[in-house]
Each structure stands twice: as structure tokens, then as C-alpha cells.
């Protein structure tokens, strides 16, 4: 299982400044790669960020918390999640609020897309 942390930066960013204006499909701007997690941040301010992610089947993120509330909606693929114990399974196109400070995890259980959208303010 992979361990994230979002960086908070206010830097411009040419990658991110090449979306804006754009029709996007967000499962098409990260790749899926053999054995590990993906990533590529699409917003990131200090009022929140947005990132899209994609797992290899098998991967996921292990339990963690975070001081904020996080929607992810699945993109592609199929995963299990957990919220304070309790497990999901999601599928393309469902959408799970992970509570802000409540232990939360996630688990490929196909190749699997994902948007996170954390609001930090």
C-alpha cells in the first residue's frame, strides 16, 4: 500500500496551466502504470486540490487520516474502500466523502481510476 501526502503550493505550474480553459476527461490524464500508484494534480491551492490518481491492480493507499474532508469518485475500474472500519466496494462512476479525521483506505481491486477533491477551507 502506498502512502500520499498532497503538497500545498501556490507555485505556478505549466502542466496544470495547459488544462485550464479545456474540454478534460479526467481518467485520461493519468496513465496507468505496472505495480504502482499514479498521480497527476489538476488544481492545488490553499483552499483545496484536486488530483486524479490510477492503481495498478493490487495497489492502493494504506489507512491514514486527514484534516479534511476528501470526495473521491471513481473514473475507471473497480476498488475496495474503508471508513472507520467499514468496508465499500465502488465501481466507474460512484462517488464516497471521507470524513475528515476518520481512518480511511483504499485497495485496487481491478486497475482503478480515481479523482480526489480536498477541501481545505
Known amino acids: 500500500m502506498a502512502e500520499f501526502q498532497l503538497e500545498q503550493s501556490e507555485k505556478p505550474d505549466k502542466k496544470r ?22 498521480s497527476r494534480m489538476v488544481i492545488n491551492r490553499k483552499s483545496g486540490s484536486i488530483t486524479i490518481f490510477s492503481f495498478d491492480e493490487n495497489e492502493g493507499l494504506s489507512e491514514h487520516t486527514a484534516p479534511f474532508d476528501a470526495i473521491v469518485t471513481i473514473l475507471d475500474g473497480e476498488c475496495e474502500v474503508w471508513v472507520a472500519g467499514k468496508t465499500e466496494r465502488m465501481k466507474t462512476g460512484e462517488t464516497i466523502i471521507f470524513p475528515a479525521n476518520v481512518p480511511h483506505a483504499l485497495s485496487a481491486i481491478t486497475k482503478f481510476k480515481m479523482s480526489l477533491v480536498m477541501i481545505r477551507e
Open 17 to 38: 496551466d495547459e488544462l485550464k480553459g479545456k474540454v478534460l476527461t479526467l481518467k485520461d490524464l493519468v496513465e496507468y502504470a505496472d505495480g504502482t500508484v499514479a
